[in-house]
């Protein structure tokens, strides 16, 4: 069976799908795995890390298997095998008629986003692995912008205040957020209309922010509000908010529109050098000023609303990706040989492809 890994070709996209110690693992179960050349440069690992881990330079696509990180292009489609795999993140929910596309194309797409969030599965979450990415980075992107420190300091020249950063959303990534804002020595909040986050928020030293909405959906995710519950979260949220130095957004609703969490007028109520760090921005951000891909400066408030915070820490994300693939490349081998059993529930969740 072979294993094809393509260049990745988004701009921006600095990621790869395995890595030198994963394809090791692979070919010592006898998998034969063709990597194209350069794609890992932009994650630093030159050709021959690979070819040394036991791997071909070569034409990926033709591969009985494909693993990416971004959905493929149009082109990227064309040049895929009819009966092969393909394995990457496939935006099932945004994207729903790339499962048609391949499906068209005879390819058995395995979306990374549908690996479903059970114990047995987590070797294989990719959206975790890689929400702790953003999460860790969205600190660092805040402390860089911010006028402020992080820490209490207690110097010769008098006493600085420590930062106080409030997380809206805590999922993984907001999680991670809260947990490397307190490292940096900030005091730290969070926010989620899934109660039983609470916990969660204060094992990582946060302080819980109760604004009592409720809001639990499908699958252990949140719902998204109705119109009232919004309207009374906007509200409380509007005068919390002014008294924080940063605030990181990570709320997400699968496959809906980001909610609005942090209108204009609660940006303006906060100090001038404050900073909001937008995660949902591929999803239309959950700051009303957020421009997602860009920062932004209103009212001496900086707004960053990144895309893909994970591709800018390419080493570490490509390793945890590669092992997340690994572990679901290895639940459809038996005996070296590709044979998806789709009674499993895993695999049945995460093949996009099928016929129902
Ligand atoms: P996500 O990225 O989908 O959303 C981020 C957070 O935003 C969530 O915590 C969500 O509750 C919150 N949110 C949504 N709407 C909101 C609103 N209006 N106001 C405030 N917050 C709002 O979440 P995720 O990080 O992908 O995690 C989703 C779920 O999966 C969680 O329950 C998480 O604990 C669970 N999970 C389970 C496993 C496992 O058991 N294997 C692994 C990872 C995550």
Redesign the pocket.
Same mark, same amino acid.
């Given at each position: 069976t072979s294993v094809g890994v393509p260049r990745e070709t988004e701009p921006g996209e600095r990621r790869v799908a395995l890595v030198p110690g994963v394809v090791e693992r692979l070919c010592a179960q006898g998998l034969d795995v063709v990597v194209e050349s350069g794609a890992g440069q932009a994650a630093l690992i030159p050709d021959d890390a690979f070819t040394k881990a036991g791997a071909r330079i070569g034409d990926p696509w033709p591969a009985d298997v494909v693993v990416k990180v971004v959905p493929p292009t149009e082109a990227e489609i064309g040049r895929l095998a009819a009966g092969s795999s393909l394995i990457g993140f496939l935006a099932p929910l945004t994207d729903p008629e790339l499962a048609g596309r391949l499906r068209a194309a005879g390819v058995l797409g395995f979306a990374m986003e549908s690996v479903p969030?059970?114990?047995r $599965?987590?070797s294989m =979450?990719a %959206?975790?692995s890689q *929400?702790n990415v953003a999460g860790y980075r969205a600190v660092l992107l805040a402390a860089t912008e911010c006028t402020r420190f992080f820490p209490m300091l207690t110097t010769a020249a008098g006493t600085v205040k420590p930062a106080s950063v409030l997380v %809206?959303? !805590?999922? !993984? $990534?907001?999680l991670q957020a809260l947990a490397t804002a307190k490292r940096l020595g900030a005091r730290t909040t969070g &926010? =989620?209309?899934?109660p039983? !986050?609470a916990d969660q928020v204060s094992s990582v030293g946060a302080k819980w922010l109760d604004l009592g909405i409720s $809001?639990v959906g499908e699958?252990? &995710? *949140?719902r998204? @509000?109705t119109a009232e519950e919004?309207a009374a979260?906007t509200q409380r949220l509007n005068s919390a908010i002014a008294g924080f130095d940063i605030v990181i957004t990570? *709320? @997400? !609703?699968?496959g809906r529109p980001a909610?609005k @969490?942090v209108p204009a007028e609660a940006v303006h109520h906060m100090r001038p050098g404050s900073v909001i760090v937008d995660l949902a921005g591929p999803a239309g951000g959950n700051c009303e000023l957020s421009e997602p891909g860009r920062t932004v400066v209103s009212h001496e408030i900086t707004i960053a609303a990144p895309l893909n915070l994970p591709a800018t820490m390419p080493e570490h994300a490509s390793e945890l990706y590669a092992r997340n693939v690994q572990a679901l490349l290895e639940l459809m081998l038996v005996d070296g040989r590709l044979a998806p059993d789709f009674t499993d529930e895993v695999l049945a969740a995460t093949c996009i492809t099928r016929p129902d």
């Open positions: 969030r059970i114990s $599965a987590q =979450d %959206l975790s *929400a %809206l959303g !805590v999922g !993984v $990534a907001g &926010y =989620d209309v899934r039983e !986050v $809001a699958g252990g &995710y *949140a998204e @509000l919004q979260q990570t *709320a @997400l !609703v699968p909610p @969490l």
